[in-house]
C-alpha cells in the first residue's frame, strides 16, 4: 500500500509537470541526403536536468540484478534479473546502433498498472542495454511489460537502428499485469513524428508475413515485417467497451486516447510544423492541427517529404515556433516587445472565468536535454553512431557530436557535474541556462549573436565528424580498434570542451554588449572606443512602435510630454 501511494503521487508529480512534454522526428535513410537514419528527442520537464548518460558494457554474474528507479521522481521502484552481457549505452544509443525517443500520451488513466514494475524510463534503458537491433528491442520491450508489468502512462517510442526506423506506442492494462502496443516500421524513404499524442490509427492485422503479433516471435527477423502488436489488442479494448466494430476498423489512438483539443492544437501541430517544412499539401490538415475540426483530417502516420533531408534539417526541425505560419509565436501579444517565441508557463491559464492555453512549440523553455541520434549502415558500429546531443532549450542549444563507442563523457556533460539544485560553472546545462535566460529577456536583440555562434559551431563540427570518421575507419580497417575508440573518445572530449567554452565566451561578450538594456557598437566581437578610453556612445534602441502604441491606447494621455 506505501508503495501504491508513492507512485499515485509520482504519477501526479510527472502529470502535473512534464504534461505535453517531449517532442519527436522519425527519418529513414531513404529520406535523407547522406542515407543516415535520424530519430530526435527533446526531453521536456521542469524537474530534468541536462546531462549525457552513460553506461558502460558489462558482463553480469548469475543472480545480479538492476535496480528501477522510476523517471519521473527517481524512487526504486524494484529490480529485474540482469541478463548475462549488456552493451554500451551513450545517451540513448548504444554501441550497436540502436537508438530510442519517446514522448508520452497519456491515454485513458485507468489503463495505468498500479503494480506495474517497468515504468517508461526502465524500459528504454534497459532495451538499449540488451538490444542489437531496433526490432529486438521491442521483443525486449514487450517481454519485459509482459513478465514484471507496465506502470507507466500511455507512451510513444522512436526506435532506429543502422537499417531501420520503427514507431511504437504501448499502454498499461490498469489492474491486468502487461500492456497492449503496436510497432510500425516507417517506410523507407518516409518521415514521422510523435508529440504527446498517439498517432496510431488503424493498421494492417495479422496476416503472418508483413504484419505479425507477439505470437509470431520467431518471424520477427523477417524483412517483409512492417507490423508487430499485442495479440489481444483488440480484444482487450472490446472488453473494457472501447471498441465494437469490425477487428479491420480498430483504431488504436481512438480506443485508448481519444483525440480532444490539447492533443491536436497542443501535441499533434508539433509533427504538422515538421512535416510542413519539408511536404508538400499539409495545408489540408490545418483545421484538425489547430483544433478546429477534430472529426477530420488526421494526419498520416507517415509521409513522404518533397526533398532529402540533411542534419541541418534535423536541427531546423528542433528549433520551430511555427515561423512561416500565421501561429509564429514572434508575432503575436505574448512575443512582447522583444519578439519572444517562448511562453511563461502553466501552458494552460484563466482570466475572468475563461480558460486559455499558451501555444506550444517544439522549442519550449523547460527542455533538459535533447538530440539527434544518427545512424549509418555502412560504417562499422564503432564510428557509424552519433548521439548529436545538446542541454537547454533547442532554440539556442549546440549540438555536439558524441560516437557511441566512447569510453567517458567529456566532464561538461558528465552525469553528476552539477544537477538541478547544485550550479557547476562547467557544466554544459547552466553554461547554456545563462545564455538563454538573457535571450528571453532580449531575445530578438540577442539572437542574432547567439545564431552567429551556434552555427560556426555546428557547422564546424560537421566538417570535423568527416575526417575524424574517415580516419577511423582506416584505423578499424587495419584492426585497429582501441585506438579508434581513443581517437573517437579524444574527439569528443575536446567538442565537449570547446562547445562550452565557446559558450561562456558568448556569456560574457552577451553582458557586455547588451549591459543595461543598452547596445555597444561593435564588429566581429571588437567593441568600438571613443579614442580616449572610454566606449562608444551605446546605442539605445528602446521599445518597437508596436508596444509603444499598446501603452498609448492604454494610458491615454498619461505619457505625453507637455
Known sequence: MKYLKSLIAALFLVSGLTSFACTNFLVTKGATVDGSNFITYVADSHIRYGELYYTPAADWAEGSVRTIYDRGTNEIRGSVPQPAHTYQVVGYIN?????????????????????????????MFMALERSKSAREAIKIMADLVEEYGYGSDGETFSISDKNEVWYMEIIGKGSEKGAVWVAIRIPDGCISGHANAARIQTFPLRDGKKSITDKDWKKLYNNDVDVIYKHDIITFARKKGYFEGKDKEFDFSAAYAPVDFSAARICDLRVWAMFNEVCDGMDEYWDYVTGKDLEHGRMPLYVKPNRQISLNDMMSFMRNHFQGTELDKTLDVGAGPFGSPFRCNPLYWEYNGEKYFNERSVETMQTGFSFIAQTRNWMPDVVGGIIW???????????????????????????????????????????????AHFKYLFYNRVIGDIQKVQSELENSYQEQVKKTDNHVVDLLEDGKTEEAVAVLTKFSRKLGFNTVKRWKELDNFLLVKYLDSNVKPEENGEFFGNGHGYPAKPKQPGYPDSWKKNVIESTGDRFIRK
Open 389 to 435: 546531443f545538446g542541454v537547454d532549450d533547442t532554440n539556442s542549444t549546440v549540438y555536439t557530436p558524441f560516437y557511441c563507442s566512447i569510453t567517458e563523457v567529456p566532464i561538461e556533460f558528465r552525469q553528476g557535474n552539477g544537477d538541478m539544485l547544485t550550479y557547476s560553472d562547467n557544466a554544459a546545462f547552466w553554461v547554456f541556462n545563462r545564455v
Open 95 to 123: 554501441e550497436n546502433q540502436v537508438a530510442m525517443g519517446e514522448t508520452t500520451f497519456g491515454g485513458r488513466e485507468e489503463l495505468v498498472d498500479p503494480n506495474g514494475l517497468i515504468d517508461y524510463g526502465s524500459l
